[in-house]
């Protein structure tokens, strides 16, 4: 419970669907994964949130940052999200696909990684 006042933040990195290489990476992924989900955490946390009828205040932001970080980064933190785990052994052709696709985006290397940051911010308002 939040005392009159507090607040809670619930925020989730996801890949920004703006940038054209971040769209066309979750394409192949929800192609070729089972149990991939889609994106959009914030709609759904607010709506479940304002579902509990506590009279919460909510407010959402979405914000964009990004990153450069070598491609053996970018695949392990993929490789770690948790439709692949579930994959196991079966996850590495799909990662080496990725691998390949993204050296045609990013020749050097180092990929540009796009993020959207969604934020939920539920207050509690003052008696």
């Known amino acids: 419970m939040l005392r009159p006042g507090g607040a809670l933040a619930l925020w989730w990195n996801v890949p920004d669907p703006d940038v054209p290489w971040a769209?066309?990476?979750?394409?192949?992924?929800?192609?070729?994964?089972?149990?991939?989900?889609?994106?959009?955490?914030t709609?759904?946390?607010?709506?479940?949130?304002?579902?509990?009828g506590l009279g919460?205040?909510?407010e959402t932001r979405v914000l964009r940052w990004t990153r450069t970080v070598p491609l053996a980064t970018h695949l392990a933190m993929l490789g770690s999200r948790s439709y692949f785990a579930a994959l196991g052994p079966a996850a590495a052709p799909v990662?080496?696909?990725?691998?390949?696709?993204?050296?045609?985006?990013?020749?050097?290397?180092?990929?540009?990684?796009?993020?959207?940051?969604?934020?939920?911010?539920?207050?509690?308002?003052?008696?």
């Open 56 to 58: 919460l205040r909510l």
């Open 23 to 41: 769209a066309a990476q979750e394409a192949r992924i929800a192609r070729r994964l089972p149990g991939y989900y889609a994106h959009g955490i």
């Open 43 to 52: 709609s759904q946390a607010a709506g479940l949130i304002r579902g509990l």
């Open 95 to 127: 990662l080496e696909d990725e691998r390949a696709a993204l050296l045609e985006v990013f020749p050097d290397g180092r990929v540009e990684e796009a993020y959207r940051l969604d934020l939920t911010v539920a207050r509690r308002p003052v008696s």
